[in-house]
């Protein structure tokens, strides 16, 4: 069973350039959440989609937007680099346990994609 | 929100327990206390999870105090390859949504020394 899978692992680009990045979720996971995580610092929330939608978003642009294809694969795309959009972008499927404890939920992370805009 | 407080750093001699403690004294009464570790460079693992009672799984043990105020996370025997950060995050709801969100904060660099 493959994990969680970024694509690209790196990528450079320039000031006011665009960016795609691409996830696929582990198997049997339809639930996509978008990581940035700067130099130092943890993880900060982007947005999560379910069912080809965004289901709630970070304190993040508009120049961050994404989209859930029906295959739960999921891109994250960001317009008009900055400098300070260099970071690692982290993708995480979720898997959803319901039990009588309510509702457990247990995110598997990908690897990453480091982005350097220059 | 509920919000983490973790020691910025911690050493541990290879061989013997590491103890990492984590604060959230903001914690309501049904959010979840989740324990991530991410080695340098790579994504974000995920470690174990607890509501109010203590838990283990073959990586570590959580443990919660009764009030839930605070937890620490034990691993029992550590190792060279268990240097990391660690964070301790508190799944709070988004109530708008109806979803869950997760807030990292620094989280705790433990080095194991051999």
């Known amino acids: 069973d493959a994990g969680v899978t970024q694509s690209p692992t790196h990528l450079i680009k320039t000031r006011g350039q665009q960016v795609t990045l691409r996830c696929s979720p582990k198997s049997g996971h339809d639930t996509v959440s978008w990581y940035q995580q700067a130099l130092g610092q943890g993880p900060q929330f982007i947005f999560q989609?379910?069912?080809?939608?965004?289901?709630q978003r970070g304190n993040f642009p508009d120049r961050f937007s994404g989209h859930q294809f029906p295959n739960y694969s999921s891109e994250l795309n960001v317009n008009a680099l900055l400098l300070g959009d260099s970071a690692l972008y982290l993708c995480a499927s979720i898997r959803i346990l319901r039990d009588i404890g309510g509702e457990q939920e247990t995110q598997y992370f990908g690897p990453g994609t480091r982005l350097l805009v220059l | 929100d509920a919000k983490t407080t973790q020691p910025t750093s911690m050493d541990c001699a290879e061989g013997r327990a590491a103890n990492l403690p984590c604060n959230h004294s903001?914690?309501?009464?049904?959010?979840?206390v989740y324990w991530y570790r991410q080695i340098h460079s790579q994504g974000p693992q995920y470690i174990i999870h607890g509501l109010k009672n203590n838990e283990t799984n073959e990586m570590a043990s959580l443990i919660i105090t009764e009030d839930r105020k605070s937890s620490t996370l034990i691993l029992p025997h550590a190792t060279l390859r268990d240097t990391a950060v660690y964070y301790c995050i508190v799944r709070g709801l988004n109530s708008t949504s109806g979803t869950y969100k997760y807030i990292f904060g620094t989280g705790t660099r433990l080095k194991v020394l051999a």
């Open positions: 989609y379910y069912e080809e939608e965004e289901r």
């Open positions: 903001t914690i309501s009464g049904n959010e979840y």
